[in-house]
């Protein structure tokens, strides 16, 4: 059964490293899984690795990490041509959608060539579960920070904007994330900005932030405003600990 009302799950996490293989999906992922609502049957996943041009090894190792959980998993690959004749129907027939980190700004350039972003609108108003890592969580908002344009984070400001807001990712890992969002978010470069730091995922049903998941005891969620003296305010929120 699709959702209730359009949701997306977008993480700083979702992976671990497998007890016989090197990946094994983490609680986030099965986070998405449950909120489909799936039961009775293998959950249907279609992971797109556009973002980081679909590497086929990598590919390969989220089969092995889907076999292990018992979820039927369906790669929608864009290079060198997509890889099945209606994206759109493989996209609806999905119980959940997880998009990969890499590069936003080229996962964006290519799904509009495709019309993706078309079809992403359409499965998140019919119910499929949008989530995804990184670029993968980006993508949903208005924009975000990103190294996409070279080692040195920018934003990226034409996002999917399902969520009319920005996202900061791995707000904890990388030191130069937190003050690069608190002056775009200062300077109106981005609206108000939910942060996630590695192993959160942010909630959102609609367009409104509900909560947060973290795969990792002690990690945070946070949003990043503007007040009425036009200071830039960050408030911590703290995320349901998933076992």
Same mark, same amino acid.
């Given at each position: 059964?699709?959702?209730?009302?359009?949701?997306?799950?977008?993480?700083?996490?979702?992976?671990?490293?497998?007890?016989?293989?090197?990946?094994?999906?983490?609680?986030?992922?099965?986070?998405?899984?449950?909120?489909?609502?799936?039961?009775?049957?293998?959950?249907?996943?279609?992971?797109?690795?556009?973002?980081?041009?679909?590497?086929?090894?990598?590919?390969?190792? &989220?089969?092995?990490?889907?076999?292990?959980?018992?979820?039927?998993?369906?790669?929608?690959?864009?290079?060198?041509?997509?890889?099945?004749?209606?994206?759109?129907?493989?996209?609806?027939?999905?119980?959940?959608?997880?998009?990969?980190?890499?590069?936003?700004?080229? &996962?964006?350039?290519?799904?509009?060539?495709?019309?993706?972003?078309?079809?992403?609108?359409?499965?998140?108003?019919?119910?499929?579960?949008?989530?995804?890592?990184?670029?993968?969580?980006?993508?949903?908002?208005?924009?975000?920070?990103?190294?996409?344009?070279?080692?040195?984070?920018?934003?990226?400001?034409?996002?999917?904007?399902?969520?009319?807001?920005?996202?900061?990712?791995?707000?904890?890992?990388?030191?130069?994330?937190?003050?690069?969002?608190?002056?775009?978010?200062?300077?109106?470069?981005?609206?108000?900005?939910?942060?996630?730091?590695?192993?959160?995922?942010?909630?959102?049903?609609?367009?409104?932030?509900?909560?947060?998941?973290?795969?990792?005891?002690?990690?945070?969620?946070?949003?990043?405003?503007?007040?009425?003296?036009?200071?830039?305010?960050?408030?911590?929120?703290?995320?349901?600990?998933?076992?």
């Amino acid at each position: 059964m699709p959702a209730a009302e359009p949701t997306i799950l977008a993480t700083s996490g979702g992976y671990r490293p497998g007890r016989r293989s090197r990946l094994a999906f983490a609680p986030l992922v099965g986070q998405a899984i449950e909120l489909s609502g799936v039961t009775g049957r293998a959950p249907k996943l279609v992971h797109l690795g556009t973002a980081s041009g679909d590497q086929r090894w990598f590919n390969a190792e &989220l089969d092995e990490a889907a076999r292990t959980d018992g979820i039927h998993l369906t790669h929608l690959n864009l290079y060198p041509m997509p890889s099945v004749d209606a994206p759109e129907d493989l996209l609806l027939s999905a119980d959940v959608v997880w998009v990969n980190g890499g590069s936003v700004a080229n &996962l964006l350039a290519v799904w509009r060539v495709h019309q993706i972003d078309v079809f992403m609108r359409r499965a998140w108003e019919a119910g499929v579960i949008l989530a995804g890592v990184s670029a993968g969580s980006i993508c949903w908002h208005h924009g975000g920070t990103t190294d996409s344009f070279g080692p040195e984070l920018r934003a990226v400001t034409d996002g999917l904007a399902l969520l009319p807001y920005g996202n900061g990712v791995h707000y904890d890992s990388e030191a130069a994330r937190r003050p690069l969002v608190h002056r775009l978010v200062a300077e109106k470069v981005l609206p108000r900005t939910y942060c996630s730091d590695d192993g959160v995922g942010l909630l959102y049903r609609g367009q409104e932030f509900v909560g947060a998941f973290t795969e990792v005891a002690g990690k945070g969620a946070y949003v990043v405003d503007v007040d009425s003296n036009g200071q830039v305010q960050e408030e911590r929120i703290e995320p349901e600990l998933l076992s």
